[in-house]
């Protein structure tokens, strides 16, 4: 159950820490056009470089969005599943004490099978937990490696024409500490991934 409640604590502060870079970036921000960057390429006024907003773009990039409401929804069931567990056998441990206090069963016989019933819910509750954490963590690998490679592949169809040298990914101000607004191409290629995942 541990497990469960840190990822789900885990996932609620990656969400906000996002929420918290789309208020910052959403400031009103002066951006040159996608053209206008090309010709400062070919022309020499720029370098041939560019980065991506990797917060920005998971927060607008539908194919994320999504695949990260899937997850969070995964979560929930999850929890849900547990905690409705964890209630069934907590009542029959109160239950089983109760009866016990009592002196209600008819033998120690039928009191240590009770208990043993018990136990044994308790580690298939602690199995389950387990194993819906490994299913979680596998399936956000996979999420991760998916939009990796989805990103990656429409990148190298977007750089086709060769424009940038190099493209950097600026995950939360880590990579890229200081660059012009004019290197950021965030904006249009969040709208060229959601124009071929609208297409999809």
């Known amino acids: ?118 136990l044994q819910k308790q580690q298939e509750l602690q199995n389950l937990d387990a194993k819906l954490t490994e299913e979680l963590m596998v399936e956000q690998q996979n999420m991760s490696l998916q939009l990796r490679d989805t990103i990656n592949n429409f990148l190298k169809e977007f750089n086709a024409d060769g424009r940038y040298h190099m493209i950097i990914s600026n995950t939360a101000g880590d990579n890229l500490l200081q660059a012009n607004e004019e290197y950021n191409i965030t904006a249009e290629v969040v709208a060229a991934l959601n124009k071929r995942c609208a297409k999809k």
């Open 1 to 118: 159950m541990n497990k469960t409640i840190s990822i789900v604590i885990n996932a609620v502060l990656v969400v906000a820490v996002i929420v918290l870079f789309v208020l910052v970036l959403n400031k009103k921000e002066t951006k040159s056009s996608a053209e206008e960057v090309r010709e400062k390429v070919q022309t020499g006024e720029v370098l041939p470089v560019a980065y991506i907003n990797v917060d920005s773009l998971l927060l607008q990039y539908q194919f994320a969005v999504d695949a990260n409401e899937a997850l969070m929804r995964k979560q929930e069931d999850a929890r849900l599943k547990i905690n409705t567990q964890a209630r069934k056998l907590q009542a029959d441990m109160e239950e089983f004490q109760r009866k016990l206090e009592n002196n209600a069963f008819l033998s120690r016989e039928r009191a240590e099978q009770e208990q043993t019933r018990i």
